[in-house]
């Protein structure tokens, strides 16, 4: 994966697996930021209900 702020190679520090989500924990190799992402489970390709939970997990967030 790339970074977010300058595009540079990711490594991930850390892994955590709760249910039906995994929680990477990444640095960047360039410019050393540090950010988390989030991989959702889906059975099938049901994109509405996978749309309607990433909608969910960034009001939970508070990103608009």
Known sequence: ???PRC???TDVEKTIV???K???YRRCRECNWRFKTV???SDGWDYKGVLKRIK???EG???K
């Open 22 to 24: 995994v929680f990477r």
């Open 1 to 3: 994966m790339f970074c």
């Open 7 to 9: 595009k540079g190679k």
């Open 18 to 20: 709760k249910e039906d």
């Open 61 to 63: 967030v508070g990103i």
């Open 56 to 58: 969910e997990m960034i």
């Open 39 to 41: 991989e959702l489970v």
